[in-house]
């Protein structure tokens, strides 16, 4: 069985806090992923990233940055947090294939106040 | 341009009714993989099916079954004698050729007892 798990499944902080969003997988996936989620808005990707130190900008990487120091850690970073970025941040991984399944943890929700 | 349309936010139903999930898609790749993931209350996404676009057959298995219809670009879900345990959110999504998935902005399903 895939395991994706998440540092936190909540988490409070204030405005122009730098916050760290840790994602581990245990399946040797070469890809691994970060979206947040918002009401009416399904899942929208902020980076991916194929291979260690490898990253890709989504669809909405502004202040945001990643980081991938080992294969199976996907770190996403909140330079300076603020009040819209308050959301559900759901962290996947996949094998390295073209459209593949994704396999996702059981998410973060960040209030940000 | 990619798109996935979920075109109901919510749906509401009574244990044992069937109810059907649309998910409508647009892309020009000649080649794509549909999927639909479950998110139930707890927030992570339960990989449900994944189908490419050159297998046009339906799929049942158990309660559920998928209808692909390349000619309208839809892959819609049913769900047969709804259960209580199939309340959650459902999103369809759309693979093309490269890592990136774009998901729907997803259908809240309600079963009540």
């Known amino acids: 069985d895939v395991k994706v798990t998440q540092s936190s499944r909540y988490l409070v902080k204030r405005t122009g806090e730098k916050v760290f969003l840790e994602c581990v997988q245990d399946?040797?996936?070469?890809?691994m992923f970060w979206y947040r989620q918002d009401p009416g808005l399904g899942l929208r990707l902020i980076y991916f990233?194929?291979?260690?130190?490898?990253?890709e900008k989504g669809d909405i990487p502004e202040g945001y940055s990643v980081s991938r120091e080992k294969k199976e850690r996907f770190s996403l970073i909140l330079e300076s947090a603020s009040t819209n970025q308050t959301s559900m941040y759901l962290c996947?991984?996949?094998?390295?294939?073209?459209?593949?399944?994704?396999?996702f943890g059981p998410g973060t929700r960040l209030l940000v106040l | 341009a990619q798109k996935v349309t979920q075109a109901q936010t919510e749906i509401s139903v009574v244990e044992k009714e069937d109810v059907t999930l649309d998910c409508v898609y647009e892309?020009?790749?000649?080649?794509?993989?549909l999927f639909w993931y479950k998110q139930p209350p707890s927030g992570e996404l339960v990989f449900l099916i994944r189908?490419?676009?050159?297998?046009?057959q339906n799929e049942i298995s158990g309660r559920y079954s998928w209808n692909f219809q390349k000619s309208t670009s839809s892959f819609n879900f049913t769900i047969t004698a709804s259960q209580v345990v199939d309340s959650a959110v459902y999103f369809c999504?759309?693979?093309?050729?490269?890592?990136?998935?774009?998901f729907g902005a997803g259908t809240r399903l309600f079963v009540k007892a």
């Open positions: 996947a991984s996949s094998r390295l294939l073209v459209a593949e399944t994704q396999y």
């Open positions: 399946m040797d996936h070469e890809n």
């Open positions: 990233s194929y291979d260690v130190k490898m990253k």
């Open positions: 892309t020009r790749d000649t080649t794509y993989y």
């Open positions: 189908r490419n676009s050159f297998d046009e």
């Open positions: 999504a759309l693979g093309t050729g490269g890592f990136k998935t774009i």
